[in-house]
């Protein structure tokens, strides 16, 4: 009888920049700038390319002679406030997220964004992994906002929004929608979604003839922003970390 042999395991490769931004030691510009600088060794060996091919189980890698460690991973809450953008750099100088975190102590990346007029709850972390499972689609992790809209609605218009509405990007799968207070000129809702396109939350309400006029995200899941003042950020709890399917070791 012929004896099957089943396929060696692929090995874990990855370039060299990214070996750097997925052990949560800083930016892929960073890692460039560090390799372009001669600071990095692979077993022993100068290399200068961030797009060396390195496997992680058989290279030993060095950054100033020192071997790469995986950084502590770090999961942190922003309030962000409207006016600054989620990214590390702006080339047109405007502040960024980053502004406000410099005592974090690790280099964390955003898990997902929220637009330069839109504020509230931001997690940020070096737990890859963490990050991607809170994005994916497939985990369906709900978005929950508060939105003042520039007119009032009707309750035709949220009961369309509780349906679904058509997107130029496809329709949308039904949302959460609760109708907070009403004034003579505008509607103010809380509104949950399972899922996270562009400007969703935007385009959803101008497909019901209105227009956002604020917008506050106020929860991820079963995370939210509580009292942190604007402008603030705490650290997630080890609950609030495995809440999100995440691992607090």
């Known amino acids: 009888m012929r004896k099957i042999t089943k396929p060696a395991p692929k090995r874990p490769l990855k370039t060299l920049e990214r070996v750097f931004s997925k052990a949560g030691l800083g930016s892929r510009t960073e890692a460039r700038s560090w390799i372009g600088a001669g600071r990095v060794r692979v077993n022993g060996r100068l290399v200068q390319s961030p797009d060396h091919w390195v496997d992680l189980e058989r290279d030993r890698v060095t950054l100033d002679g020192k071997p790469l460690r995986t950084a502590a991973k770090a999961y942190i809450l922003l309030y962000k406030p409207t006016g600054y953008l989620t990214t590390y750099r702006d080339p047109e100088g405007r502040p960024t997220v980053y502004d406000l975190i410099e005592e974090a102590g690790a280099w964390l990346s955003p898990v997902g964004r929220l637009d330069l007029d839109t504020s509230g709850l931001l997690l940020l972390t070096n737990d890859t992994a963490f990050a991607e499972r809170v994005m994916n689609p497939e985990y369906k992790v709900p978005k929950t906002y508060q939105v003042k809209t520039a007119t009032p609605l009707s309750d035709e218009q949220i009961e369309h929004l509780r349906r679904g509405v058509a997107l130029s990007d496809g329709p949308t799968r039904p949302?959460?929608?609760?109708?907070?207070?009403?004034?003579?000129?505008y509607t103010y809702l809380e509104l949950t979604l399972a899922e996270g396109r562009n400007r969703q939350v935007r385009r959803m309400i101008e497909a019901?003839?209105?227009?956002?006029l604020k917008l506050v995200r106020t929860a991820l899941g079963p995370i939210r922003i509580g009292d942190l003042p604007i402008g603030k950020w705490r650290r997630l709890t080890a609950e609030e970390v495995r809440a999100l399917g995440g691992r607090a070791d």
Not at 175 to 185: E, I, Y
Not at 208 to 212: A, R, T
């Open 175 to 185: 949302a959460t929608v609760t109708r907070l207070r009403d004034s003579a000129k």
């Open 208 to 212: 019901v003839d209105s227009k956002v």
